[in-house]
């Protein structure tokens, strides 16, 4: 199973509809994964803890609602806030282990309700470089970008022509770019159904 969440105020960005080449990507990239995939339309979804605290209690229950066939893995691609729903989530106690976690765009911030809980194996924490509505959402944290309980990475978006908050999920180059990288990851390829 792939959940896929995404970050603050998704729903007045447009991108998280299936007609959306982002969204799309993000199915494909499920499918490779395995399982069947689905989307936690958190909201309200605004900058504030209590909105991401009820997310992940909305992940909690969505997870312990899906029966796992044996040998199938939890992943999970979140967007920017939408990363640190999963990190909350991790606080409550997940139903299951998550195998492999993918952070896109995620606000460090340093309130131990956002560091991971038992029960995350693998955490991969992918930034855009000069993401400023990154560094915002920690409110302009040190270093916001890395998260130092994660395997971090910086993407080069200057090719884009969208904001690098948006480009590593809706240029299609960019998100390409990070998923490639995190193929080559040692230890990653057996995770990917396929390969």
Known sequence: ???????????????WIPASNGYRGLLQYGEQLGGPTQLLAWSPSRNRHADRLAAAHSLVDLI?????????????????????VVLAAS??????????????????????????GP?????FNISAARDWIQRLGARFVLGSCF???????????R??????????????????LWW????????????????
């Not at 029960?119 to 955490?123: D, E, K, P, Q, T």
Request: charged share 20%; proline share 7%.
């Open 1 to 15: 199973m792939t959940i896929l969440i995404p970050g603050t105020n998704w729903e007045a960005s447009g991108g």
């Open 64 to 84: 312990a609602a899906h029966t796992f066939a044996p040998g199938e893995q939890l992943h999970i691609i979140a967007h920017s806030h939408g990363g640190n």
């Open 91 to 116: 606080r409550l106690g997940l139903p299951r282990p998550v195998d492999l976690f993918i952070a896109l765009n995620k606000p460090t911030l340093r309130s131990a309700a956002y560091r991971p």
């Open 119 to 123: 029960g995350i194996a693998r955490f």
């Open 147 to 157: 998260d130092p309980h994660a395997i971090n990475h910086v993407v080069d978006t």
């Open 159 to 176: 090719t884009s022509l969208l904001r690098p908050h948006a480009a590593l999920i809706w240029d299609d180059d960019c998100r390409d």
């Open 180 to 195: 490639q990288w995190l193929q080559r990851q040692r230890g990653v390829e057996t995770l990917f159904t396929g390969f």
